[in-house]
């Protein structure tokens, strides 16, 4: 009796073996990574036109100070002024101070990221949680840390030096395919 043998996987079959394996890195954290993961946020988020428009009320505020206009204009474009600024500084301090203080939490500023088909974990030692990739809206790409946003104000920050590029691919690929937008 002649036994018929199996095809050989190919190549293909590799990869999407070590797509499926589960990714995981150590992130290690520090304060100068943080202020520049909460720079990164806030720069994106806060954007170049909310700063044009405060320059162009600075203008004209100084431009109707100069010609000695006295009118509610000027209380307007200063209030504009003050409270844009206001609101500027408050979204990064308000950022900054919470990832602060998640930071000081921790015994070691170690996580470990683990990447799997469907969610991903992050766990330290003040806790563990486990997200869905659905969660990510949108993934921020910068130059030493990226950011897993799952709304406009909360977000997940992953040093880049602690991840392998094969890791970060997966990570594009399954924010990717979970809906998330990617942007770089």
Not at 31 to 37: F, G
Not at 61 to 69: E, H, I, K, N
Request: net charge positive.
């Amino acid at each position: 009796m002649q036994r018929q043998s199996e095809p050989l996987a190919g190549p293909g079959a590799a990869r999407e073996s070590v797509a499926a394996m589960p990714h995981e890195a150590t992130l290690i954290y520090s304060t100068a990574l943080l202020r520049q993961a909460v720079f990164a946020f806030w720069r994106r988020s806060v954007g170049v036109g909310f700063f044009v428009a405060l320059l162009i009320a600075g203008i004209g505020l100084v431009v109707l100070v100069a010609l000695g206009q006295a009118s509610w204009i000027i209380g307007a474009l200063a209030t504009v002024l003050a409270v844009g600024i206001g609101f500027a500084a408050a979204i990064y301090i308000v950022h900054y101070r919470n990832s602060l203080r998640k930071f000081r939490q921790m015994d070691t500023p170690r996580s470990t990221f683990r990447a799997e088909e469907s969610s991903f974990t992050m766990s330290s030692d003040i806790g563990t949680t486990t997200l869905q990739w659905s969660t990510v809206k949108e993934l921020w790409q910068f130059q030493s840390v990226w950011l897993l946003l799952y709304s406009k104000s909360q977000f997940t920050t992953l040093p880049i030096k602690c991840l392998s590029p094969e890791t970060q691919a997966y990570i594009v690929q399954r924010v990717r395919e979970s809906g998330g937008k990617v942007d770089g």
